[in-house]
C-alpha cells in the first residue's frame, strides 16, 4: 500500500517537533528572546547576516562594513550567558534539518 507523502510530511514535522535538537533550541530561544536587548540585538545580527548571505547569493562582495558590524555583534552576543548555548543549538537543528533534507535528494536522485 502506497505511503501518502503528507500523512509522512505530518509524521517528519512532528517528529522534529519532539527532537532533543528542536526542544533544546526551543528552549533556549525563549530564554534568550525575554531579554528585549538582547532580542533586538539578535534580530540586527540575523539581519546583517542575511545581507551578507544575499550578496553572495547574487555573486556580490559582501559589505566589509557590514561583515565587521556582524562579527563584532556576533562576538558581543556570544559573551552573553545563554547566547552561546543558543547558537550551538540553533547550529544542531540545522544540522539535522540539513541532513534530513540530503536523505529526501538522495531518496528521489536529486542532487
Request: no cysteine; charged share 30%.
Amino acid at each position: 500500500m502506497p505511503v501518502n507523502p503528507y500523512d509522512a510530511a505530518h509524521n517528519l514535522a512532528r517528529a522534529l517537533k519532539d527532537s532533543q535538537e528542536f526542544q533544546r533550541f526551543h528552549q533556549l530561544r525563549g530564554s534568550v528572546e525575554k531579554d528585549p536587548k538582547v532580542k533586538d540585538m539578535l534580530d540586527d545580527f540575523r539581519r546583517r547576516q542575511f545581507e551578507l548571505q544575499a550578496a553572495q547569493v547574487m555573486g556580490k562582495e559582501p559589505d566589509p562594513t557590514t561583515m565587521e558590524a556582524a562579527e563584532r555583534l556576533g562576538e558581543i552576543l556570544s559573551q552573553h550567558p545563554g547566547v552561546g548555548d543558543y547558537f550551538q543549538a540553533e547550529l544542531r537543528l540545522a544540522q539535522l534539518l540539513a541532513d534530513i533534507q540530503k536523505i529526501i535528494a538522495e531518496a528521489v536522485e536529486i542532487e
